[in-house]
């Protein structure tokens, strides 16, 4: 999260970058199987683990903590979500489903994306603590956060999970913004996939820019009917409000600084937005197991 517009903060070249984290996100199993299909063939003595895992996190933890840059952030702790804060994005018929799936024990929600025991308390304080991150610009003690959390968020839909997320992390934390007297608010999402569920969200609003770079997988089932194209552009006061970016396959450096500097970079200038959220999905940055070098 990045503000442009808050009063100035007692900033200096030696201050810190606020990381915002709770370790209770890495109770979120998702299970092991083919893939992210939780399904065992019965043949295989080894299973995956799903691809949104907790190790995963982990070592970005490690790798903050003790890295090359470990010396120039501070470390906040992060909260759950209350329930009555989601409701700002999400539909309090699908927050009474995961309530109730949460109390059963597991459920599957579509394609790769598994509650189990532990996931309900992860993904609230995957919610809270970016809200957490979001309040540290608001309240002025600086410009730029940076939450760490998982269940990640932004396939999450007002009324439905999907793509391994539950609760819209990114759309809470616009609501937030504009609840705190933010009249507009962009999201820029460099995810690989998609940021359907933000999209979706505010695709009848003109007080935010949703722009998302990703490479061109269409929709992926009734979980995710968005296809991500150009032409989705957001609807009645919202038309015009919804950039998509889908990136050829193979594109590299060049491809996304250009996407940058022509389409992101000019459109943030004329909305002029009071925050930014950036959704910063690192599944585009390096080839990865389950995706071949030639995606973006």
Known sequence: MASDSSPPA???PGDKLAVFWHEGMLA???GRGVFDSGRDPGFLDVLDQHPENA????????ILRRGPIAP???????????????????S????????QANATGAKKFCEGTFLNPGS????????GTTLSAVKHILDGHGNLAYALVRPPGHHAQPNRADGYCFLNNAGLAVHLALDSGRSKVAVVDIDVHYG????????????????????????????H???GSVDEIGEGKGLGYNLNIPLPNGSGDAGYEYAMNELVVPAIDKFQPQLLVFVVGQDSSAPIHYYSSQFC
Do not use: C, K
């Open 72 to 90: 120039f952030l501070s470390w906040h702790s992060g909260r759950p979500a209350h329930a009555s804060e989601l409701l700002s994005f999400h």
């Open 55 to 62: 190790d995963r996190v982990r070592n970005m933890v490690s």
């Open 120 to 127: 309900w308390g992860a993904a609230l304080l995957a919610a």
């Open 10 to 12: 007692a900033e200096g």
């Open 196 to 223: 359907n569920g933000t999209a979706e969200g505010f695709y009848r609003m003109d007080n935010v820019l949703t722009i998302s770079l990703h490479m061109r997988h269409g929709s992926w089932g009734p979980s």
């Open 28 to 30: 979120h199993d998702a």
């Open 225 to 227: 009917p968005q296809s």
């Open 92 to 99: 309090s018929e699908y927050i009474e489903e995961l309530v």
